[in-house]
């Protein structure tokens, strides 16, 4: 079999098979995948941040939490139950990867999540009725289609324009990643 995606240049790899858009057309579409049990999604997350509310106007910027297993959707619907409800750009996203990793709270388990959303001065009968919807059921299915046209391999991880895909041990870090978003945002703009 041949790899998925042909290594092009330093740092990132142009896919074979364009994955899905949802951009419309004369827009970028830039899909940062990470996972709220990733540790270096974690500290992604403010330089990823930063640079989305930086983007340019033609570049559209969106999340999705990847599902290498069923073991990650709990965490998949955590993601898509607040970005239905408007607060995935909202603290209560960083808030998730905190409890999760440096709090160690089982937000896998319903019985440990729905109390803290309620801390978290998130509408706990409206945030269960989303994390259980059929919205967000279709959201992770899309989502893991996603990451495999993208053939991500790691988190956090960079889909760029359907055509590219970078990763932080493939870039070789954090701000290099971000680099070869804007080189590859600029090579796609000429084109």
């Given at each position: 079999?041949?790899?998925?995606?042909?290594?092009?240049g330093t740092g990132y790899n142009t896919l074979k098979e364009r994955?899905?858009?949802?951009?419309?057309?004369?827009?970028?579409?830039?899909?940062?995948?990470?996972?709220?049990?990733?540790?270096?999604?974690?500290?992604?997350?403010?330089?990823?941040?930063?640079?989305?509310?930086?983007?340019?106007?033609?570049?559209?910027?969106?999340?999705?939490?990847?599902?290498?297993?069923?073991?990650?959707?709990?965490?998949?619907?955590?993601?898509?139950?607040?970005?239905?409800?408007?607060?995935?750009?909202?603290?209560?996203?960083?808030?998730?990867?905190?409890?999760?990793?440096?709090?160690?709270?089982r937000l896998d388990k319903p019985d440990v999540l729905l109390p803290?959303?309620?801390?978290?001065?998130?509408?706990?009968?409206?945030?269960?009725?989303?994390?259980?919807?059929?919205?967000?059921?279709?959201?992770?299915?899309?989502?893991?289609?996603?990451?495999?046209?993208?053939?991500?391999?790691?988190?956090?991880?960079?889909?760029?324009?359907?055509?590219?895909?970078?990763?932080?041990?493939?870039?070789?870090?954090?701000?290099?990643?971000?680099?070869?978003?804007?080189?590859?945002?600029?090579?796609?703009?000429?084109?």
């Open positions: 079999a041949l790899p998925a995606h042909a290594q092009s994955a899905p858009v949802d951009a419309p057309a004369g827009k970028i579409e830039v899909v940062e995948f990470f996972s709220y049990g990733c540790s270096h999604c974690k500290n992604f997350e403010p330089i990823f941040t930063a640079w989305k509310k930086a983007a340019p106007a033609d570049v559209v910027v969106r999340r999705e939490h990847v599902g290498f297993q069923s073991s990650f959707e709990p965490l998949q619907r955590i993601y898509y139950a607040l970005e239905a409800m408007g607060l995935a750009d909202q603290p209560v996203h960083m808030k998730v990867f905190q409890a999760l990793q440096a709090e160690r709270k803290w959303i309620a801390e978290q001065v998130v509408y706990r009968a409206k945030f269960e009725a989303t994390y259980k919807s059929f919205g967000v059921a279709n959201k992770l299915r899309r989502a893991v289609q996603l990451q495999e046209a993208y053939h991500v391999e790691g988190t956090p991880a960079l889909g760029i324009a359907g055509r590219y895909y970078t990763d932080g041990s493939m870039a070789g870090g954090f701000e290099r990643m971000i680099q070869i978003a804007n080189n590859l945002i600029a090579q796609e703009r000429k084109k």
